[in-house]
């Protein structure tokens, strides 16, 4: 269960935390230069090196990967309109019935949106408030300044009740990760921090839906710091969604869209009419589903309703699929583009 695994991963984390400020001191560089230590999905450290350093550690082979970290974006998305009327009467958006939605999510599994935090106190959302799982990496709390990560977590999970919206798995308990603040700005290395922290907490059967990412260039499935721990998270039972990217390009350039595994799924987008949507990025591999992305309407901050579009919008709906199924999404038809076609993801 969470309880033994969080105190099982504890014990973990200070042995190979200890390992690692060894490890550096041995090479005669200051541990207390290290921004950020990962020890549940991979052993590693984020840590400011000075250009000697750089070269020591590169040339090192007790060293996997090296790598500068980077400024990292949540995929440009549109925000069409916003409403407060929480009191209107329920819809099921058409992306959710797409998917052939909803499905009671009331179950022992968590869905982790890996975001800008979440709308603790949103009426239509069962949030996860404990710090203990619910943890911000950009200071504060996990509360959601942005709006993106809230719209994300309705489309997995709102309460299937009087007002606003339902999830595709509806009422999932859904757990802030924020990794961004309320700008949408942030690092590989403080995302990488969030992907650790689910990698602590996470049993098999949940899922975790990464609405973010950023160009890398060629080699992006080799070479992304974001492969191992999500290989990682992925081989030991959490499943994952990943948005491809909007900038209409390939998604084996984007990061980390061009990361394949099992258990990990990148999804594009479509409208509702499931047309390729114009923004979304393409290219299978990487992409593995499509789903609605285009203008999708769900839960916002500060207790508000609003319509978005982009890929961030497409991976929750997949994200709640393989919440509500236990099981990864099936096929329910293709929607192509430029000759290649992209399985739409159902129930």
């Not at 041995?26 to 000075?50: C, D, E, H, W």
Request: charged letters at 15%; a neutral charge; aromatic letters at 8%.
């Amino acid at each position: 269960n969470r309880a033994q695994k969080a105190e099982f991963m504890l014990n973990k984390h200070e042995e190979i935390t200890g390992q690692l400020n060894a490890f550096l001191s041995k090479q005669n560089i200051n541990t207390n230069n290290v921004i950020a230590y990962y020890s549940s999905v991979v052993a590693g450290f984020a840590i400011k090196l000075s250009p000697e350093e750089y070269k020591q550690l590169a040339t090192n082979d007790k060293i996997d990967m090296i790598q500068y970290d980077r400024i990292e974006q949540l995929p440009a998305f549109t925000v069409e309109s916003v409403t407060t009327a929480s009191a209107r009467a329920q819809t099921t958006p058409c992306g959710v019935t797409r998917t052939g939605g909803p499905r009671n999510g009331d179950s022992p599994y968590w869905a982790w949106i890996i975001d800008t935090g979440i709308d603790l106190d949103h009426p239509d959302l069962d949030v996860q408030t404990s710090t203990t799982f619910g943890k911000s990496f950009v200071g504060g709390t996990a509360d959601d300044c942005n709006g993106h990560g809230t719209h994300v977590a309705g489309i997995v999970g709102a309460i299937d009740n009087s007002i606003g919206v339902v999830g595709v798995s509806s009422g999932a308990k859904v757990v802030p990760v924020k990794v961004f603040g309320c700008s949408g700005g942030s690092a590989t290395s403080t995302i990488i921090s969030g992907i650790d922290h689910v990698g602590r907490y996470d049993i098999p059967g949940d899922v975790a839906n990464l609405s973010l990412g950023g160009y890398y260039g060629g080699n992006c499935g080799s070479g992304s710091a974001y492969k191992t721990p999500l290989q990682n998270l992925g081989n030991a039972g959490t499943r994952i969604s990943i948005a491809a990217g909007n900038s209409n390009a390939n998604a084996n350039l984007y990061q980390p869209a061009c990361v394949n595994g099992t258990n990990i799924f990148t999804v594009a987008s479509m409208g509702c009419n499931r047309g390729f949507s114009s923004f979304s990025n393409f290219g299978r591999p990487p992409i593995d589903f499509i789903a609605v992305g285009g203008h999708v309407y769900s839960t916002y901050k500060n207790g508000s309703y609003a319509t978005l579009s982009g890929t961030s919008m497409a991976a929750p709906h997949v994200a709640g699929i393989m919440h509500g199924k236990q099981a990864a999404p099936s096929i329910g038809g293709y929607v192509s583009k430029n000759g290649v076609s992209y399985p739409i993801a159902v129930y």
